[in-house]
């Protein structure tokens, strides 16, 4: 049986001083913020990347992502636990990703993230304007590549049809009724990709990824075929994660991630793509 992919604000609570626990803010294009969980540490997706690819935040080597996780103080045995000062909108669940890509499976999303763990009472602590170096952990990495996609993989399932890729952007953006926010990017999606917004999967009101039955029938009023091999995709392969995430809860636990997503699909004027609310 998998880890679950979600652990609440009481759960982190009985846990959060654990020596073997190891706490990680990977929020994204926030404003930094003076206080933070227990001693968590800043996990950038920007930074913990390929320094040699041409997109922002492109998943690193297994040996970079060993180097940079171990300088969080982070090794193989520990539980990680990722959370988000905007709740569970963004990086978060892609922190969630990359440690199970190169191998760690007890890895965490604080559901709700910030927000839900100070809804609860909990404590956050001053946060240093120079991030102290941290003991360094010995993490081991290696890649599971069933869990990637790359744009080879996209272009030739489009004719074979080997999984059911899920877009995670707006519809409209997904339908080309809205520009694209990076410039020079075409609208539309892949053909045969079908939409599946991330923001459709959390509760607006609690800001906590909505429950299991629910995100069973958000996709079942999509049609979608859950029994087939899946893989998802959105503007830069950040939010694809969320969507990720919330089919790992619901059972389906290998949904792979586009890594290039949007802002190398939409930019590759040779590459097909269809407009409409329709595959």
Not at 107 to 118: E, F, K, Q, T, Y
Not at 175 to 183: A, I, Q, T, V, Y
Request: glycine share 8%; net charge negative.
């Amino acid at each position: 049986m998998s880890i679950p992919a979600l652990i609440s604000a009481s759960e982190l609570q009985k846990i959060v001083t654990a020596p073997t626990t190891k706490i990680i803010d990977a929020s994204y294009g926030l404003p930094p913020l003076p206080v933070r969980i227990a001693d968590a540490q800043d996990f950038d997706i920007d930074d913990i990347a390929d320094p040699a690819a041409p997109l922002a935040h492109t998943v690193p080597d297994a040996a970079l992502f060993a180097q940079k996780v171990s300088a969080l103080g982070i090794s193989s045995g520990d539980t990680v636990v990722v959370y988000d000062r905007s709740g569970m909108h963004m990086a978060a669940a892609r922190a969630w990703w990359m440690f199970r890509l190169f191998g760690h499976d007890n890895v965490r999303v604080l559901n709700g993230g910030l927000p839900a763990w100070v809804a609860a009472g909990l404590p956050v602590t001053p946060k240093p304007d120079d991030m102290p170096n941290v003991p360094a952990g010995q993490f081991t990495a290696k890649l599971r590549p069933a869990l990637l996609k790359l744009k080879e993989n996209i272009l030739a399932n489009i004719e074979g049809k080997e999984f059911l890729l899920l877009d995670a952007r707006d519809g409209r953006r997904y339908s080309g009724d809205m520009s694209e926010p990076r410039p020079g990017m075409q609208s539309g999606h892949v053909p045969g990709s079908l939409s599946a917004p991330f923001a459709e999967l959390i509760d607006d009101e609690t800001g906590l990824l909505r429950t299991k039955d629910e995100i069973r029938a958000i996709f079942a009023a999509k049609g979608t075929d859950l029994s087939r091999p899946l893989a998802c995709t959105c503007g830069s392969g950040v939010t694809a994660c969320v969507v990720a995430l919330a089919l790992h809860e619901i059972g389906h636990s290998d949904a792979a991630i586009y890594d290039g997503s949007w802002s190398e699909w939409g930019a590759d004027q040779s590459l097909p793509k269809k407009q409409g609310y329709t595959p």
